[in-house]
């Protein structure tokens, strides 16, 4: 029934090209903690702007875009994008698909092979000759080697479908994510709510301080509410994905307003870029990141990029959910880096009883969408 309705999404996605009614729970189920009270400001040609308020009406209201324009697949390649990548059912599909198919063409001509042999021996008994078992393994071997072998050498026309087919159904995956999966990432995940309302239970912790929010998305609400509700020096707002910084910027736009003496900067940044890294090299006092852990490769570099640039003595506050040892992997790795190791996940009455509420949802996967907070602090020159 799931992979029936999934199909159905497809169907009406290509046939109307735009996202049919209930399709964001086939992609996200869970959608939120609910931390925030979110109501509806107004509306651009991009999408709704929503206000969001901290739990009891604390601070200020920040006005948070929710992109929801259909993007182009070149507005959504390149850098930590889609802000849940993983191993899809299209793509394991695709892959058992290939095997199959390649499984097939050599058990066909293996047959094939062995109905050509034994062609020949029957004509050969027919015509009163004997058997010579070795002289038909032979012949066998041959034309499998015959048939196989230019595999090897050349593009044959049934590789070229297959090729051909690929580039179809990624292109088709491609466009499907552009209709239905963009408009999610201007959502707020589980990670993101967390950090945003521990750091605005920490106040002190940014005073007269240099901020860096990383991957912060199409919202960087954390690293927003540091600059609105705290006595920050200077808040750095970040995300690897261009289409996600200018919505970014036109947020803090909106609410620069709220910011009073805090300087708040919006700027594309890449943490395994090393131009990046050196532009900020031992700068930072305090890094934000919510749900940035997934990529492997990205994932040890966060780390090396976490040590890099805090000053002596920085906190990073890295918040994101277990998924499938991804978050322990990061902090053995910001171990190895020589970063102090801090991990919680008891956050206080209210946000601990909101999770315990979520507990009984069948959309809540405690894999996914269970934030843990991991505190890396880097140690004073001289420190043990």
């Known amino acids: ?36 009270d979110v109501s509806g400001a107004d509306a651009d040609a991009d999408g709704p702007w929503m206000t969001y308020r901290l739990p009891g009406g604390a601070g200020p209201g920040l006005q948070i875009r929710h992109v929801e324009r259909r ?39 293996c047959v094939l092979c062995m109905c050509i042999v034994c062609a020949a021996a029957g004509r050969r008994v027919a015509l009163g000759g004997g058997t010579d078992g070795a002289l038909y393994v032979y012949v066998y071997v041959y034309c499998v080697c015959v048939l196989c072998a230019p595999l090897l050498a050349g593009v044959w026309p049934s590789e070229e479908v297959l090729t051909v087919l690929c580039m179809c159904m990624c292109i088709v995956y491609v466009y499907v994510y552009c209709v239905l999966c963009a408009p999610l990432l201007a959502g707020v995940w589980p990670s993101e709510e967390v950090l945003t309302v521990l750091c605005a239970a920490r106040p002190h912790l940014f005073d007269d301080k240099l901020v860096l929010e990383v991957g912060g998305g199409m919202t960087c609400l954390a690293g927003l509410t540091v600059a609105a509700n705290t006595a920050a020096r200077r808040v750095l707002l970040t995300d690897g994905n261009e289409t996600a910084v200018q919505n970014v910027r036109c947020i803090c736009e909106r609410n620069r307003a709220l910011f009073g003496a805090t300087a708040v900067d919006v700027s594309r940044l890449r943490w395994t870029d090393p131009a990046d890294v050196a532009a900020l090299q031992d700068q930072c006092d305090v890094i934000l990141s919510a749900d940035c852990l997934f990529f492997d490769d990205a994932r040890d570099s966060l780390a090396d990029f976490i040590v890099a640039v805090l000053r002596p003595g920085g906190v990073a506050l890295v918040v994101a959910p277990p998924r499938s040892g991804t978050l322990d992997r990061f902090a053995l790795e910001a171990l190895r880096s020589g970063l102090l190791v801090s991990r919680m996940e008891q956050y206080g009455p209210f946000l601990d009883s909101l999770i315990q509420s ?26 043990c």
């Open 1 to 36: 029934m799931k992979s029936k309705r999934h199909w159905m999404v497809l169907s009406e996605a290509l046939r109307r090209r735009e996202a049919p009614v209930g399709s964001r729970s086939v992609v996200r189920q869970f959608q939120s903690l609910g931390v925030f």
């Open 71 to 109: 993007l182009s697949a070149s507005d959504l390649v390149g850098f930590n994008n889609t802000g849940n990548v993983c191993v899809w059912p299209s793509e394991e599909v695709l892959t058992v698909l290939c095997m199959c198919m390649c499984i097939v063409y050599v058990c066909c001509v």
């Open 358 to 383: 979520h507990r009984s949802d069948p959309t809540f996967d405690p894999n996914l969408h269970l934030p843990v907070l991991l505190e890396l602090t880097k140690p004073l020159r001289g420190a």
